[in-house]
């Protein structure tokens, strides 16, 4: 594939985020043997379902949350993307330490993610982000 093929990849996987069409992009877009990794969380998530997990978690704290893409670096088989994440927090939202309720709150976060493909679909993502930057903007720390 050519580098900007994989851009395109990895750009429809968060077009697909901002359509909610996960399950789509999870079965088209994810390699079966996917790793992703959520860096702050400290947690691993494995093949399509494992993806849809971690990016469904958002998606149930933040219905109404959106990326937009600001920046994407392509090296061979290796993007780099960087993104603003935005969302209202009016469901539940599941973290390694438990669960957090609701809050109502806005929430604007800035994301980077290092992805590598392997023909044609996302085989390894680490995903980067302030994770206490999120607890603040929930109101959970000062």
């Given at each position: ?35 992703w990794?959520s ?36 090296n ?14 009016t ?6 330490a ?44 000062p």
């Amino acid at each position: 594939m050519t580098l900007q093929d994989n851009a395109q990849v990895v750009l429809d996987l968060y077009e697909a985020f901002n359509k909610r069409e996960i399950a789509h992009a999870a079965s088209t877009l994810i390699a079966d043997s996917v790793e992703w990794v959520s860096v702050p969380f400290g947690t691993t998530f494995h093949g399509p379902e494992g993806y849809r997990q971690f990016v469904e978690g958002w998606a149930t704290a933040m219905p109404d949350s959106t990326v937009d893409v600001t920046r994407v670096i392509v090296n061979g088989d290796s993007v780099v993307t960087e993104f603003t994440g935005r969302g209202t927090h009016t469901g539940p939202f599941i973290t390694p330490a438990g669960e957090i309720p609701p809050t109502g709150r806005q929430v604007e976060l800035q994301f980077c993610e290092v992805l590598q493909l392997r023909d044609g679909k996302v085989a390894r993502g680490h995903s980067y982000f302030d994770s206490t930057t999120v607890l603040r903007q929930l109101g959970l720390i000062p």
